[in-house]
């Protein structure tokens, strides 16, 4: 210390020390902060997802029936209606997500079959089949669009995905 009064470079050093002092704290507040971004996107991640899986349950439940009635390749839903294995549709029931939430939800059966899209409120479905085996075997899958609980600045989705076998 005397040499460094002797020198003339106890301000300096003082200056110095207190300018390390306030560059660590506000280091170690901004980790702090980062640390809570990142408990509260990972809270709400688990959120979405717990949402979406609700939904893809949901969508498993409430199947439908193709109705014969229809032109070839047109679909009508039938809430509560059984579900033929050749003509197996999962519907995502009105009011089913909070307001200000989207949803896109698609179904593919692996067997040849028809491409149909339901204009929904506040979101768009889709139904689709894939041209591969012709089997009962179904996939169904929720995404969930969290910008709503991130007040509209994110586009970041949940998406989850089931596969079974269709009730006959």
Known sequence: MRSLRQAGLVLPATLLLLLL???????????????????????????????????LAQLVRETAAFDPSLPPGALRCRPGAGCERDDLVLVLPEGALPVGMQASWSVRRLQPAWLEHWPFRQRE??????????????????????????????????GVALRGEPRT
């Open 21 to 55: 002092t306030s560059l660590v704290t506000v280091t170690l507040l901004r980790v702090a902060q980062a640390e809570q971004r990142l408990a509260g996107n990972l809270q709400q991640y688990q959120q979405t997802r717990l949402l979406a899986e609700a939904l």
């Open 125 to 158: 479905s889709s139904v689709s089949t894939a041209l591969s085996s012709p089997t009962a075997v179904f996939e169904a899958s929720v995404t969930v669009d969290a910008r709503a609980l991130q007040g509209g600045r994110s586009r970041r989705a949940v």
